[in-house]
């Protein structure tokens, strides 16, 4: 006995580590594939934003929620890039693997999810396909919060899916996904309805207070940033009044499963059927748990032109990540059935993965799509760090303040590279003004009568250009920077 009681704690270990092993081969080879694939480096605008939420905070200014076009403030997207401010220019990097990670943790916790409702096999499908999506990778490599809050709430599924009416745990991770957005309160709201029944009192009070902890947090947010507590709900609406985003309920039956079948794709838009049919025949009640909150999220996502709120296709990436289990159950459900039963729906199955392998060249295609993307991101945005970095143009700004740009889309960019406090980017007034050249690099996002028109006031003296950006100055603003 002796000898053996030293021995546990290390075969324990061990098995620990051999149970972690895969998921940490899943997570950091699927971030470390689109890294080595894509090499992103850039924010998108509700990211960069958040970035500049942050550093405005811990300088000493109120965060810039009231800003011209400034997106949904999301608390824990706020908070998280607070993370990233000490590391510098290298910011964008670390946020852009934290949401890579996220990715692949959602792998990850598809698979996971998969396999213990239905088949290991089944989970490999659905996991397969959510990193092949193109949508939802190039949702990843462009650091938007949806990715971790997918991953959130897909756990919290999973959760629930081991150990039904499991309680606090899920209750906690709906929480956190709740300040990123608000889909997450209504789920969090109907599992306390759920697992009511039966609870102490004590319990009750803890699974409420869980369910009320984020849309408290970030009503108090707005209320302290802006004196508005519905400010997230009111400047959403107006934003998207303002960018004409779809909004109208009449848009909503025709949106929505186009919306799935943009984050879907085509064969998964045949074989998800296929596997709902094979779920209402022979698997519903594992089916129901994963199908339940695909309703849930998918009614709150129709509901949003009620409040003004627009339909956009990032807002189903959630409820898309758990109908792949559905085509994971088309391909590998007969497996489950016994041996005289499996034939029609196996026929069924090799069906629905050779129309996926008859896509792939198409859905190469899609990815080509984002690499290119990403490499015109890359030029644009470089074309305007390389704005805020010239000496020339930050004496200008440190003497002249604020500077004006043609239009909203570069006006967090330039603030965060130039190190401006809240106010002194925006698009309405300022004797400096930063305006796009007409080229290759600018094209893919001024497009015809959405290149901005504005001209420099007379007297104006250009201080700065690049391939991508040019910089004017009015008279006594041009000051030789700083030896």
Excluded at 99 to 123: E, H, I, N
Excluded at 197 to 216: E, I, Q, S, T, W
Excluded at 413 to 425: E, H, Q, S
Aim: charge should be positive; include cysteine; charged fraction near 15%.
């Amino acid at each position: 006995m002796a000898t053996a009681s030293p021995a546990r704690p290390q075969a324990r270990g061990r098995g620990a580590l051999s149970r972690a092993a895969p998921a940490a081969v899943v997570v950091g080879g699927a971030a470390l594939v689109l890294w080595l694939v894509y090499r992103p480096w850039h924010l998108n605008y509700d990211a960069r934003y958040a970035l500049l939420w942050a550093r405005d905070l811990w300088t000493g200014h109120a965060p810039e929620y009231t800003a011209d076009f400034a997106p949904t403030p999301h608390p824990l997207q706020t908070a998280v890039s607070s993370l990233a401010l000490p590391f510098g220019d290298a910011a964008d990097d670390v946020l852009t693997w934290m949401v890579l990670l996220c990715f692949g943790g959602l792998c990850w916790v598809t698979y996971r999810l998969g396999a213990r409702l239905f088949s290991p096999w089944v989970g490999a499908v659905a996991a397969l396909v959510v990193f092949t999506r193109p949508a939802l990778e190039r949702d990843a490599l462009l650091a938007y919060q949806d990715v971790p809050f997918a991953l959130l709430v897909v756990g919290a599924v999973l959760l629930e899916a081991q150990r039904p009416r499991r309680g606090i745990p899920v209750l906690a991770l709906l929480a956190v996904a709740g300040l990123l957005r608000p889909e997450a309160w209504v789920l969090g709201g109907l599992y306390v309805l759920y697992v009511w029944r039966g609870r102490a009192p004590g319990d009750r009070a803890v699974l409420v207070a869980l369910a009320a902890a984020a849309p408290a947090i970030w009503v108090l947010t707005d209320l302290l940033v802006t004196g508005d507590a519905l400010h997230s709900l009111h400047g959403t609406a107006a934003l998207a009044e303002s960018n004409e985003r779809r909004r109208g309920l009449a848009d909503v039956p025709v949106w929505t499963p186009q919306y799935f079948g943009y984050a879907l794709r085509e064969p998964l838009v045949i074989g998800v059927p296929i596997g709902l049919l094979f779920a209402w025949r022979h698997a519903r009640r594992p089916a129901a748990l994963p199908l339940a909150v695909v309703a849930a999220m998918t009614l709150v996502f129709a509901a949003g032109p009620i409040f003004g709120l627009p339909l956009i296709r990032r807002y189903i990436g959630t409820p898309a990540v758990l109908l792949t289990l559905f085509y994971g159950l088309a391909v590998c459900g007969w497996a489950l059935l016994p041996r005289g039963r499996r034939r029609g729906w196996a026929i069924a199955g090799a069906l629905a993965a050779l129309l996926s392998v008859a896509y792939v060249p198409w859905h190469a295609g899609l990815l080509g799509d984002i690499e290119r993307r990403l490499d015109k991101d890359d030029v644009l945005y470089g074309d305007l760090q390389a704005v805020g970095e010239a000496p020339r143009v930050r004496a200008a700004f440190a003497a002249c303040a604020p500077l004006r740009t043609g239009d909203h889309r570069p006006v967090p960019f330039i603030r965060y590279w130039l190190d401006g406090a809240p106010g002194t980017v925006n698009t309405r007034h300022g004797r400096l003004l930063l305006l796009p050249r007409r080229g290759p690099a600018t094209r893919h996002v001024y497009r015809g009568e959405t290149f901005p028109t504005v001209t420099p006031p007379p007297g104006s003296v250009r201080i700065y250009a690049n391939r991508s950006w040019r910089v004017y100055a009015a008279p006594g603003c041009v000051r030789r920077p700083p030896s």
